[in-house]
């Protein structure tokens, strides 16, 4: 079956970075759309960004020029690059997989991790 792993989260401070990951089994990578959504505590799940199967990408603007996203096909692996980190970026962060066009919506997704927790703080 399908899985997708989170890694890379954890607790900084303002304008640092991190980097997250998402490995995924059970599927044909290289065809599909790879998305990052985040919830905050108290908040629904929001997008953040995705990249399609030729590695175009688009964002969220709280996120545009501050995220980039990637992926690598052979390694079935997308990667959420986060710079200049703020509070307001404080979430859970979810890997998803859609099986159809790229797309912002959560509901169009098909499988989904367990997420990686990120904080900032100021």
């Known amino acids: 079956q399908v899985q997708l792993v989170e890694s890379g989260g954890g607790l900084v401070q303002a304008g640092d970075s991190l980097r997250l990951s998402c490995a995924a089994s059970?599927?044909?990578?290289?065809?599909?759309?790879m998305g990052w959504f985040r919830q905050a505590l108290g908040k629904e799940r929001e997008f953040v960004a995705a990249i399609s199967w030729s590695g175009a990408g688009t964002f969220a603007d709280s996120v545009k020029g501050r995220f980039t996203i990637s992926r690598g096909n052979v390694k079935n692996t997308v990667w959420l690059q986060m710079n200049r980190l703020k509070p307001e970026d404080t979430a859970v962060y979810y890997c998803?997989?859609?099986?159809?066009?790229?797309?912002?919506?959560?509901?169009?997704?098909?499988?989904w991790g367990q997420g990686t927790q990120v904080t900032v703080s100021s």
């Open positions: 059970g599927l044909i990578f290289s065809n599909y759309v």
């Open positions: 998803a997989v859609d099986l159809g066009v790229i797309t912002t919506r959560a509901n169009a997704y098909d499988y």
